[in-house]
């Protein structure tokens, strides 16, 4: 981290190596396919508020209390559950601690970085050209449904698959 000072401060935590390639997940096409590893699929909530873009969800950074107070709402505390966020339009953003891509018309879709998002590890998926951004009103919260396919992304866990839970 850098301070205002400018003194840096380097944070290190071990992480369990890859057992398989990282980004494997980008090729699945959930409308063809049974996932592999489908054990592993994460629940993924939608938040219940929208959390409103700023400096803070557009820049990597500690300040995270909107991330933990949507983790908060859905009741989640392990990487094993993932909330996703939209901001004040209605429109998805990203989920607390991943990139998020959605199963749409044959392709992994990522909201713009319009929407308030950190551009996170989609940068990289996008310049492969694995995912495609989408237009701001084709990822919006009435457009998710139960059961809805969702590959979450990070440069710590690599691409994760997750379905979409409603909450009662």
């Excluded at 301070?3 to 890859?18: L, Q």
């Excluded at 390639?21 to 959930?30: A, R």
């Excluded at 409308?31 to 993924?44: C, D, K, Y």
């Excluded at 995270?64 to 908060?72: L, P």
Aim: hydrophobic share 35%.
């Amino acid at each position: 981290m850098l301070s205002e000072a400018g003194d840096v401060d380097i944070t290190v935590s071990p992480v369990a190596p890859f057992t398989s390639d990282p980004i494997e997940l980008v090729y699945f096409n959930p409308t063809t396919g049974v996932p592999p590893n489908e054990g592993s699929t994460v629940t993924v909530f939608l938040d219940s508020q929208a959390t409103l873009s700023s400096l803070f969800t557009r820049t990597k950074t500690t300040q995270r209390v909107q991330y933990d107070e949507a983790r908060g709402r859905a009741e989640i505390a392990s990487p094993t559950s993932e909330v996703i966020l939209f901001n004040g339009d209605s429109l998805i953003t990203e989920a607390s601690i991943s990139s998020v891509f959605f199963f749409r018309c044959g392709h992994w879709l990522t909201p713009s970085t319009s929407t308030g998002c950190l551009p996170g590890s989609q940068v990289w998926l996008l310049e492969k050209e694995l995912v495609v951004v989408v237009d701001k009103k084709q990822l919006t919260t009435s457009k998710i449904s139960e059961g809805d396919w969702v590959l979450l992304s990070n440069g710590v866990q690599g691409c994760r698959l997750g379905r979409i839970t409603v909450k009662e």
